[in-house]
């Protein structure tokens, strides 16, 4: 069987001292096949941007090991292109300098005309055209994060890290991010994780939908593969019900998960002191 | 040959410099690191900020060294290590420079009576000049203005200095080449009181000029304590007996009276000295622990800069002062003080300022420094013109100079009360003092041995210079620092050139002014008997 | 088309004074171009016409509380007299410009310009003549006046003082009188004590009341009519031009280059035709050294420059030229140094305790140190390579670059150094940790990430710092100079502070002024670099 493309191998990963130590994640295992496109989904405060970066490189796991085609992962790399939730875009320098710094770091052998084209290629790519020496801070939201996807994509890396890129954007938007974001993935396959908290968004992106238990202490629970035919159309997949159930199915369990993970923290919860609201109308 | 010789004389005058100035800025920088140290320490990494701070010091120090040495050629510093004594006597190492003719008898050829001398061969020809706002600086600003120091062929920038010990450090650095100074700043120089250097003086500014002002409030007790003083115009010289009991009050109360003057080694120190102890006040001893002469003092003696005494009057720190022109007109100007008495009544035609340089620098230019005499001496000459009925004529152009503000700047009328003859004691108390600034007449430019020894005479009397010195020393001493032969060649020249008349200089005096009694006290001083004049006195050291 | 090019440049107009942080004209460009007439005039009466109110009544208010404020230096000069205080040290720099033109004029300009003077200066004298004729005369009017108004009151004096006296003997003699008594018995001690107390008590008061006439005649005689300082002021003023004029003359006759070169070069000519009829030996040497001489000294004469005397102008150039050169130093030092603290934790710690110790030290501790120490690297200032070399700049080596200057920078950077220091320090340390992510995941070097990522984010406060560095350097440079009277602004204020003259306070408040008027563009320029760098648009604080 061929290595897979992306392993998190029993990784535990927490802070404080020993003694008071709080586990954010706790004995996560995930194997992500090549090409394939896994979303990751989970609570806010669920530990999803430290799966992140843990995967990216940026945070070493405390016990256990990430693994890239067999290779332990110990810091970050362009060949793990990140997507950053806050679009992380360099506000002093244009679209393509932006573009352009990634490009010129990666591919230092590039001549200045192929660099040039390659820049502009992504640039494309992202339908940013002509607005190539717009500063950042001149660009809406969206745009923002096409810039920082232009950049990701140009470094040409063989896996995508999607760290909830669209959350912070309108539902319009969004919606039209996610279909740039399938049809560039279409194009030119390549494996991708991406992080989210919206399960639509989930199951129409990805190959398979991994959810992630409420923290503390957060783990990788059920996955459920999407078996859904590429290309998928959003206008007809609301009537689909394979979508329909799936789309259930998953939430469903997400707010099982949820519920119990209540229930447990409730068990340890402090009792509260007795009171009985004084009735004022009695008077 | 000009160039070359000029070339010449500015290298060793450089090496000889770094050779003085290095130890000392060594020196300075370790006592700031000593005196940081302890602060430092108290901080928990006192080691590696230590470390730090002596690297970054070091390397400050490097660079700027790089700097200075680049400018001073290989050898300065292979000297300073090589020989150490260099930096103790500098001046008689690189005295003269060779090629240069002694200061005795410069110019080609020594000249005949009657023929026209060869002009003089200028080492330098454009020169800063040092002053202090006062209208004694006079001479100084009237041979730039009215063109003497052009006539030399020299270029003279005036520029005017923020108190008496950074003009003399101006001029110790090279920064200035010569200055307007204290009569006792040369000889305080050259026997190492205060800051040491060998400064030399070969014309002397002026005469009289000073006068003692006192508050508005101790002259209302003074008046109380002696009704003679309570008209309009009071007799003068007013002694200062009447000033007594105000002191004695002070005292009684556990305070001393303050007063002001200008400079520790200035005359007004002395003189207002003179006056307190004519009258039995005693005005405090300098002793070798105590350089602000408050020893046993009476009445306490602090240095504040000319420009700011009326200032520091008004403001109470002080009670009165001794000071040139035209701060105790600007007193009654101003209504905040009543001048009690001129230094013409302490001592009449006393010296005043002189016009100081450096050995090392005269040396380095005797051709110079003779034709900046020759333009002063014109200057004076200029100043204290008289028309037949004996008016000074030229005096009030030279008030409407000095009132620029890049000179004294004071208003003319301020300065025209005094330079024109008049003195206001008082608002209502206007005199005739025609010889309150003498810049020529009297033989007054020439430089006095006699001068330089009632000088002495006084740092050792209030105990300035420490040790008992034998009569010996005082006239050698004095011919250290006064050089009549520049005074005279100059003169020589102008007499040649027809600016000055043949009895405008005692070309035969051996130096010393006849004895004189003309003092507050009637004490008479003969110049050729220091020891038995410092004997005189009762008040201060006796040898 | 026409329109959307007037509304270009509108937008690039508003961008200019946006950036050059004047945004108050905004509403007057909008105006102008006919926007919302009604609510820009409405905004431009709000913030432009009010402020200017408020300015002019504050002037209006110090016109008329100055002359309230005597002090013994005078009256507290109005803003009418500060004026007339600027435009006199105004003159004074155009006087230098004309002596500078005189003594470098030669051939016939010379002559024309001769005619000129002589002309202007025989109008002058005859100006100044009537003008001191007529002081003169208000003068002894005044002093006549003056008399009369003290002729009453010091016959009151005289007459109070007399009957002081009197009743003072009267009071000593009944007073001696009672001790007789008490001697015989026939009054008490008591008595006698109360009577010596009464005395003296009746002494106070006589003298008191002696002591208010006296001071009454001396208000009197020290408040002279106004016309008395208004007729000297004119006569001065055309004394000092008829000074002025004749020195022109001089400078265009005797002291000028071209007339000094052509003598020197005479006198060559006359050596020249000396060692030519020479025969002995020793004077053949004479005469060539004279003809050598002679040579040189035309040479140089030719190069001579005329030796300005510094102007407020001057002054003001040679200040900023300081207070630049102390700042570029500080910003040397600071950017790198704080950098590296901002990188690095150990090294902000190492100097910490340094900068502490440092940053609250006053100025003027400073300068004395760089005053002591700087002197000793220069031995020789005059021919220094580093003077020598300023001195031979155009523009700059008019400054007069000198030991003087470097000390007073030094102390500038010494000062200046820290708000650089800490705010490029702060910058680099609270950088937005994702673009340091960024800079992870592209695998930058050392060099890249601090010349790519550090310097390019950290930039906004690196020159936020700068602008205060500056700020306080400026202000620190005005009393460096002050202290030690090295040529500059701070200088010019001391000079006219220890002038003591009737301008004087007048001078310094308007120095203050140009002070501050300086400063105020300096802190705008370093609003508009610090704007051109920051990249998130955020309106720098005004």
Known sequence: ?283 | MLREKRAWSVETGKTDRTARVLPKSVLSIQASLISINPFLLEFAVPSISILDFRRALSLSVLVLLIGSLSGCGEEAPTETAADPSASEAPEVAVAEPPVDPPPAEPGEEPAEPGEEMAPLDLEKDELKFGFIKLTDCAPIVIAKEKGFFEDEGLQVEVIAQPNWKQLLDNVITGELDGAHMLSGQPIAATIGFGTKAHIITAYTLDLNGNGITVSNDVWAKMVENDPALDTPTPKHPIPADSLKPVVQEKLDAGEKLQMGMVFPVSTHNYEIRYWLAAAGIHPGMYTSEDIKGFTDAQVELSVTPPPQMPATLESGNISGYCVGEPWNQQAVAKGIGVPVTTNYDIWKNNPEKVFGVTKEWADENPNTHIAVVKALIRAGKWLDETDSDGNLVNREEACRLLSQPNYVGADFDVIKNSMTGYFFFQKSDKREMPDFNVFFKYYCSYPWYSDGIWFLTQMRRWGQITEAKPAEWYHETAKEVYKPEIYLEAAKRLEADGHIEKSDIPWDTDGYKEATTDFIDGLEFDARKPIEYLNSHKIGNKD | ?542
């Open chain 3, 1 to 542: 088309m026409a329109e959307s090019k007037l509304e270009k440049f509108k937008y690039g107009l508003l961008k200019l004074i946006d950036v050059s942080g004047f945004k108050v004209f905004d509403p007057v460009v909008r105006l102008v171009f006919g926007e919302e007439p009604r609510k820009q005039a409405g905004e431009v009466l709000k913030f432009l016409v009010t402020p200017v109110v408020f300015v002019l009544l504050c002037l209006g208010l110090w016109t008329v509380i100055a002359p309230r404020h005597k002090t013994k230096s005078g009256e507290v000069p109005t803003p009418v007299e500060v004026w007339d205080a600027g435009m006199i040290a105004n003159t004074l720099n155009e006087r230098e410009n004309e002596k500078e033109t005189d003594f470098a004029l030669s051939g016939s300009q010379r002559e024309a310009e001769i005619t000129l003077v002589q002309q202007l200066l025989a109008e002058k004298k005859k100006q100044s003549e009537q003008l001191k004729a007529e002081a003169e005369k208000v003068a002894a009017a005044a002093t006549e006046e003056t008399a009369a108004a003290i002729a009453p009151v010091q016959k009151q004096y005289d007459e109070l003082k007399a009957a002081n006296k009197g009743a003072k003997t009267t009071r000593s003699g009944e007073i001696k009188k009672l001790a007789e008594a008490v001697a015989a018995g026939s009054a008490t001690a008591e008595k006698l004590l109360q009577a010596i107390r009464d005395d003296n008590l009746a002494s106070d008061e006589a003298r008191d009341a002696e002591k208010e006439l006296k001071d009454h005649m001396d208000e009197i005689r020290s408040n002279p009519p106004k016309a008395v300082k208004k007729t000297q002021l004119a006569y001065d003023a055309a004394a000092n031009e008829v000074q002025h004029l004749s020195k022109r003359l001089d400078y265009l006759q005797k002291g000028n280059r071209s007339q000094k070169v052509s003598q020197a070069e005479q006198k060559t000519l006359a050596a020249m035709s000396k060692l030519e009829s020479a025969t002995t030996s020793s004077a053949i040497l004479s005469a060539a050294k004279s003809v050598v001489q002679g040579e040189e000294k035309a040479a140089r004469t030719a190069e001579q420059s005329y030796p300005r005397t510094a102007t407020i102008w001057f002054q003001v150039r040679r200040s900023l030229f300081t207070v630049f050169v102390g700042f570029v130093m500080a910003a040397v030092i600071a950017i790198p140094v704080g950098i590296m603290c901002g990188l690095n934790k150990v090294v902000m710690a190492c100097l910490t305790p340094i900068i502490s110790i440092f940053k609250p030290v006053s100025p003027v501790v400073w300068l004395l140190i760089f005053q002591i120490v700087v002197g000793a690297f220069f031995p020789d200032p005059e021919s220094h390579p580093l003077f020598v070399f300023f001195g031979s700049l155009p523009w700059i080596g008019e400054l007069g670059v000198n030991p003087a200057l470097v000390f007073s920078a030094c102390t500038v950077a010494m000062c200046a150094v820290w708000p650089a220091l800490v705010n490029t320090a702060l910058g680099v340390s609270s950088i937005d940790k994702d673009h340091m992510n960024v800079a992870r995941v592209l695998k930058l070097g050392l060099w890249s990430r601090l010349f790519k990522i550090i310097i390019p984010s950290s930039l906004p406060l690196v020159f936020a710092g700068l602008r205060i560095s500056l700020g306080v350097g400026w202000m620190v440079l005005i009393a460096a100079e002050a202290l030690s009277s090295s040529d500059g602004l701070g200088k010019y204020v001391w000079d006219e502070y220890q002038n003591g003259s009737s301008h004087s306070f007048a001078n310094i408040i308007f120095a203050c002024f140009v002070v501050g008027i300086i400063g105020f563009f300096l802190d705008r320029i370093m609003i508009v670099l610090q704007r051109s760098v920051s990249f998130d648009d955020g309106a720098a604080v005004v």
């Open chain 1, 1 to 283: 069987m061929a290595l897979p493309a992306l392993e998190i191998d029993k990784v535990d990963v927490g802070f404080g001292p020993e003694g008071s130590r709080t586990e954010v994640l706790k004995d996560v295992r995930l194997k992500v096949e090549a090409n394939e496109f896994v979303a990751i989904i989970g609570f806010s405060g669920s530990g999803k941007s430290t799966l992140m970066n843990l995967l990216a490189g940026l945070q070493p796991a405390d016990c256990g090991e990430v693994r890239m085609n067999g290779q332990v992962v110990t810091e970050p790399g362009p060949e793990r292109g990140i997507l950053f939730q806050n679009y992380s875009l360099l506000p002093w320098l244009s679209v393509f300098g932006n573009v352009e710094l990634a490009v010129r770091q990666v591919f230092p052998e590039m001549t200045k005309a192929d660099r040039r084209a390659h820049v502009q290629r992504y640039i494309d790519m992202v339908s940013l055209s002509g607005s190539e020496w717009k500063r950042p801070g001149e660009l809406s939201g969206g745009m923002r994060q096409r810039l920082s996807l232009a950049r990701t994509l140009s470094m040409r890396p063989e896996v995508l890290l999607l760290d909830e890129p669209l959350s912070a954007l309108d539902a319009l938007t969004r919606a039209n991010l996610q279909d740039e974001i399938i049809r560039i993935w279409e194009e030119d396959k390549r494996t991708v994780v991406m992080i989210t908290n919206d399960v639509d968004e989930a199951v129409l992106m990805a190959d398979r939908i991994v959810a992630l238990t409420p923290g503390p202490e957060a783990t990788l629970g059920e996955s459920f593969p999407v078996t859904l035919d590429r290309p998928r159309d959003r206008t007809t997949l609301n009537f689909n019900p394979q979508f329909k159930e799936l789309r259930n199915k998953v939430t469903r369990y997400m707010v099982d998960i949820n519920q119990e993970a209540k229930m447990l923290r409730k068990a340890v919860d402090v009792s509260l002191p007795e009171l009985t609201p004084y009735d004022f109308t009695a008077v």
